[in-house]
């Protein structure tokens, strides 16, 4: 007989589930809730100790699928693309991505979801300015419509297993397991049967996963899963063992997406990293012969404003307000200045401790009923490689609430002044395609 306890058990002793036992957990937890979540919690924690096989992540994946409906938009707009990002410390490439695509022509239809971990997401970051995500099936095909994309969270009838078990994994501490992270976003694309997924998986501390090997295979792992669903998608390794551009936090990192679309990029990574994800798409779809005359058409879409108007246009389609948008929305009660207490050049020892300190100050959710402070956030005035002089302004910390010393002390902490700028790693390790 199937039952919570034996599949504890079985995890316990590193033992591999069976489709029924997969099914039986997901069905009983989310559907019927007779599985408690400390219950699910041991499951997961389990999980995250001892691992899923390719045989089990395959299994929960199409439990998480078959726990709601899937939609299929391309008969609506044509090609419609899906992307998504394991997330990461000032990871805000999805809300320059896809305006920048859609002003192209492409059409772009995405589940995201909120911060995991230390790590932030897309859909508090779209709240954060008043747009709503939580929108119906209407709602959507009528945003693909007139602006040929639209952002959604997971409703109740999409992914919901998905939705359920995340919020669980993010309060738990169970978030970096290749099995669970392969079937969390692969199901949600897979609900979503748009013509080509493209995923941005982070290799650094400031991402899920800490190593390339492990990338990697996690890589190759939701590749072959897409796979066996007859899906195209390709994969692109990009680093995260620095914090990407100098904006972290809700509003600050939508008010610097906002920046990047009119051509005032925050640097030169984040600038890379947007044109080489787009370009690749571009040719994907033949729509370009190479990378020079891809990136001409991105130079084109940023220096007339289409893409910037395509977001502007499609957030206030979602509930936010057009002329709040086009102002200055970013006002938080609270400011610290972090100086820097030598000459040298900068470098940052942790991606991480920066997503965990901006969890001190409320970017993210420490808990499941934890709220989150759309206004803190911190902005890096000086990146990693750059120079201060001593007293020059290093970062600047926000908060609707008074911002501690030992917030303070922290980010100090994680400050390096070297005698030469140190080489960072590409932006981009390596892409793969299924």
Known sequence: MINIFTLIEK??????????????????????????????????????????????????????????????????????????????????????????????????????????????????????????????????????????MFITTQTADLVPADKKIYDLRNATSCVDSDGLVAASVVSKKIALKSDYVYLDVKVGDGGLIGKYEKALNLSKLMLDIFKSANRKAAVHITDMTQPLGRSIGNALEVKASLECLLGKWEDARTKKLIYEFVSDVLLDFKMCKDKKSAYKKIDEVINNKKAYNQFIDW????????????????????????????????????????????????????????????????????????????????????????????????????????????????????????
């Open 315 to 434: 957030a206030a389609t979602n509930g936010a307000n057009k002329q709040k948008l086009t102002s200055n929305f970013f006002k938080p009660k609270y400011t610290a200045l972090i100086k820097a207490k030598k000459t040298g050049y900068v470098f940052y020892k942790s991606a991480r401790a920066f997503g965990l300190t901006s969890l001190e100050i409320g970017v993210g959710k420490k808990t499941i009923t934890s709220n989150v402070d759309f206004m803190a956030g911190i902005y890096l005035n000086k990146i990693s490689s750059e120079k201060a002089n001593k007293g020059d302004t290093i970062m600047t910390v926000y908060s609707s609430n008074p911002i501690s010393q030992a917030v303070i002390k922290s980010l100090e902490d994680n400050i390096e002044y070297l005698a030469k700028p140190k080489t960072l790693p590409p932006i981009i390790y390596k892409v793969l395609h299924n």
């Open 11 to 148: 995890k316990k002793h590193k033992q591999e589930l069976t489709k029924q036992e997969i099914d039986y957990f997901v069905d009983n937890y989310v559907k019927t809730n007779t599985i408690h979540d400390y219950q699910a919690s041991a499951l997961l924690m389990a999980i995250c100790l001892n691992g899923l096989s390719r045989k089990e992540t395959f299994f929960l994946t199409d439990a998480y699928v078959r726990s709601g409906k899937t939609y299929d938009y391309k008969k609506y707009l044509s090609p419609v693309i899906d992307k998504h990002s394991l997330g990461g410390v000032g990871d805000k490439v999805s809300l320059i991505f896809a305006p920048i695509i859609c002003a192209l022509g492409i059409g772009v239809a995405k589940i995201s979801g909120k911060g995991l971990g230390w790590t932030g997401g897309t859909i508090d970051k779209c709240n954060s300015v008043g747009i709503n995500c939580n929108i119906s099936e209407q709602q959507a095909i009528s945003s693909l419509k007139k602006n040929k």
